[in-house]
């Protein structure tokens, strides 16, 4: 008798009304990469904007300092790929 009301009072850790189980992991690589903006959309820096910048020319240099944001079809991947951002 007294177990019973002990076990319907006890806290369950989830705070929703289903379990979410497995959790789901977020892919390290678009972690490092990509930043969620305002919108939904993402953000990420140009490649080859780092290094061996002699031989580049400065129109291609300002290009790869721009931002790039993703497609609809890059944000849909991505959303899958990073579930808690």
């Given at each position: 008798m007294f177990f019973v009301g002990l076990v319907s009072t006890a806290r369950s850790f989830s705070t929703s009304?289903?379990?979410?189980?497995p959790k789901l992991k977020s892919h390290s690589g678009a972690k490092k990469r990509w930043r969620v903006i305002a919108s939904g959309k993402f953000k990420r820096a140009h490649a080859n904007h780092s290094h061996l910048n002699v031989t580049k020319r400065p129109g291609r240099k300002n290009n790869l300092a721009q931002i790039a944001y993703s497609n609809a079809t890059q944000t849909a991947?991505?959303?899958k790929l990073l579930p808690y951002v």
């Open positions: 009304a289903t379990a979410c189980f991947t991505l959303k």
